[in-house]
């Protein structure tokens, strides 16, 4: 009996993972590798950097990718900024020049739960309290 529970176990998931991948793949696409000099990975110039949320507005699109903008500045961030992103956060850490300064992006996120919970863990640090969503709409 247990053998049948886990065969029928197996096979239910299995159903479900080719869209799981195909979902994941979907929301990457933005990211691109880094060059040798880069620490970080970065988007593609054409990824959509979507609206902002401000406040606690939920996404207007139940299946947006979100991402958290940790910050924009002449500078880039700091070893240090690293290091507290690194432990905090759950997605990829992008810093990117745009040619008029260095914008901070964490994700992508499919989870808008959780892109929330991390936004509002970074603003309690004072190097990150102007933290904010930004909603990207599927095509």
Not at 5 to 12: A, E, K
Not at 65 to 72: A, N
Not at 100 to 128: M, T, V, W
Request: net charge negative; aromatic share 12%.
């Amino acid at each position: 009996m247990r053998t049948k529970w886990m065969l029928t176990f197996i096979v239910s998931l299995s159903m479900f993972a080719p869209m799981s991948f195909a979902q994941q793949d979907e929301i990457n696409e933005c990211l691109v590798e880094p060059s040798i000099d880069q620490v970080t990975l970065k988007l593609d110039p054409e990824c959509p950097l979507g609206d902002g949320l401000w406040g606690d507005v939920p996404p207007r699109h139940a299946d947006s990718i979100l991402w958290i903008q940790c910050r924009f500045d002449q500078f880039p961030m700091s070893s240090q900024a690293y290091s507290f992103l690194y432990a905090n956060v759950s997605e990829t850490i992008v810093e990117q020049y745009d040619g008029k300064g260095y914008r901070c992006l964490i994700g992508p996120y499919a989870d808008h739960q959780q892109a929330s919970l991390e936004q509002r863990h970074l603003k309690a640090h004072p190097h990150f309290n102007t933290v904010f969503l930004r909603e990207v709409k599927r095509l």
